[in-house]
């Protein structure tokens, strides 16, 4: 019963290769996000998206793309993978005034 | 714009000391604080939260904070501390004014020896 689960924990890929990223929460939260966490532990956001309104972060290369098939679900694609991406993402959820919740993270390796 | 500084990159205690870390925000607008744990190879856990009222909070794990307006500041202490809460601390400022995204400071981590 995770609250807020990430698949896989762990992906390890060669550059140039197209991944993505699931994330599902059941905590009926109505905000989702995904941050990036590189290797000196500093927390980005990259996107937080509900049902009405994506925001993206205008940092955040356009290989990056969430895909929310409902509200409980925000996957990350990534294209053309870079040795530069290489780092932990958390998808989280909240509901607006409250909170995240964090999943356990996926820690990309691009070789 | 909305920042948060950590001004201690690394923090040494031994159990049983008390601790304090530090933590400032700039925010337009009544904030949103939080302090947040992780675990080596773990995710971000929530420690406690302030929203606002009573400017001193109660969190898990025996942490508290306590919100300084004037000082534009939310530290979070301990009073006694075990070797298990050696981890990383991150500590957000966000709120309704900012489409509930966070900003988080650059983190502390807690190194305990014995």
């Known amino acids: 019963d995770t609250a807020v689960s990430q698949t896989p924990k762990y992906l390890v890929t060669q550059m140039g290769n197209d991944k993505s990223i699931k994330c599902e929460q059941n905590?009926?939260?109505?905000?989702m996000y995904w941050y990036k966490q590189d290797s000196k532990k500093f927390l980005k956001i990259m996107f937080s998206y509900n049902n009405k309104e994506l925001i993206i972060n205008e940092t955040v290369p356009n290989r990056f793309s969430p895909k929310s098939p409902d509200k409980a679900h925000l996957n990350l694609h990534i294209n053309s993978l870079e040795l530069g991406d290489s780092a932990v993402y958390f998808c989280a959820s909240s509901q607006l005034g409250d909170g995240y919740t964090f999943g356990s993270g996926t820690r990309l390796t691009v070789v | 714009a909305q920042s948060v500084t950590q001004p201690d990159i690394h923090i040494t205690v031994s159990e049983g000391a008390s601790l304090e870390l530090r933590c400032n925000y700039s925010y337009g607008a009544t904030p949103y604080l939080f302090w947040y744990v992780q675990s080596p190879g773990q995710g971000l856990q929530l420690l406690l939260k302030?929203?606002?009222?009573?400017?001193l909070v109660q969190g898990i794990k025996g942490f508290e904070a306590e919100f300084k307006r004037s000082q534009s500041s939310f530290n979070l202490r301990k009073p006694s501390v075990h070797w298990s809460d050696a981890a990383e601390y991150f500590c957000a400022v966000g709120g309704i004014n900012t489409g509930n995204q966070f900003y988080f400071g650059t983190g502390t981590s807690l190194t305990v020896i014995p």
């Open positions: 302030y929203f606002s009222g009573d400017t």
């Open positions: 905590l009926g939260h109505d905000t």
